[in-house]
């Protein structure tokens, strides 16, 4: 510490990140990354986001409550797209059972989650890869729930009588 006249690290000589020097012979303060790099956790998160995984009971409760945190105050909690957000002024989203979004695949909806959609701010940062799979997982029983019919759970008919 003796080299140090003022110990003070805010007061160091600096640049700010990107901005303009003459360090570099391409006039930056930073150095881009070397071709090929990959980020770290980068060849993780596209594992986990290029393949589905197998649909559980643990994974559908997973499912449902990350949707309940992060989908049901716009989307509502059985997809109709009357959440609670909608209720107090927002654009209603489209309900998860238009034919549309009945028919898109399942990587629709973990796109959606990823990258947003219209007015629906990306949720990349806030719910990892796994857990988008876990959702859409959910939006697809949610679907099924409202319209299946008997004779494709034939077991609830045993319920119902």
């Known amino acids: 510490m003796a080299g140090c006249q003022d110990q003070n690290l805010f007061q160091q000589k600096r640049l ?8 570099w012979p391409d006039g930056t303060s930073a150095r881009p990354l070397p071709e090929g790099a990959v980020a770290q956790g980068d060849l993780a998160r596209d594992a986990a986001l290029a393949a589905p995984p197998e649909v559980t009971p643990a994974l559908l409760g997973l499912g449902r ?12 909690y059985d997809g109709d797209g009357h959440g609670m957000i909608v209720q107090r002024g927002f654009p209603p989203p489209p309900s998860y059972h238009s034919e549309r979004l009945r028919a898109a695949p399942a990587s629709h909806f973990v796109d959606v989650i990823t990258h947003g959609y219209g007015v629906m701010y990306a949720y990349a940062a806030r719910v990892p890869p796994a857990e988008r799979w876990a959702v859409a997982a959910y939006i697809r029983a949610l679907q099924l729930s409202h319209h299946a019919t008997l004779a494709e759970a034939p077991e609830a008919a045993g319920r119902l009588r």
């Open 16 to 23: 700010d990140t990107y901005a303009a020097s003459r360090i």
């Open 65 to 76: 409550d990350r949707y309940d945190v992060f989908c049901s105050p716009c989307h509502g």
